[in-house]
């Protein structure tokens, strides 16, 4: 009996193609890493001016905030759809 999965699979190419996948969801991951310590960095910075800005000030910097963080989300999800799509 011919398994044709188990020979796709082991074959060179599909080894390239997993490998290039993988290369690419690493370089993904380190990408979403540095913005998460961004936003995490943002986040601190807004906690200790919150009594310091007035309060409108400090509510648009809060918006400007969140509006990042659903930027790096939607970005994730790209990313995460493109790698889904290639696999």
Known sequence: ????QEIIKNSLAAKDV???LES???S???E?????????KKDEELGK?????????FES???EFKKEVED??????EKRGKLDKAY
């Open 1 to 4: 009996v011919v398994n044709v």
């Open 18 to 20: 997993q490998k290039q």
């Open 24 to 26: 690419k969801r690493d």
């Open 28 to 30: 993904y991951q380190k």
């Open 32 to 40: 979403i890493n540095k913005q998460e310590e961004a936003l995490r």
């Open 49 to 57: 001016q919150r009594n310091i800005l007035g309060k409108e000030v």
């Open 61 to 63: 910097k809060v918006k």
């Open 72 to 77: 790096v989300q939607r970005n994730v999800q």
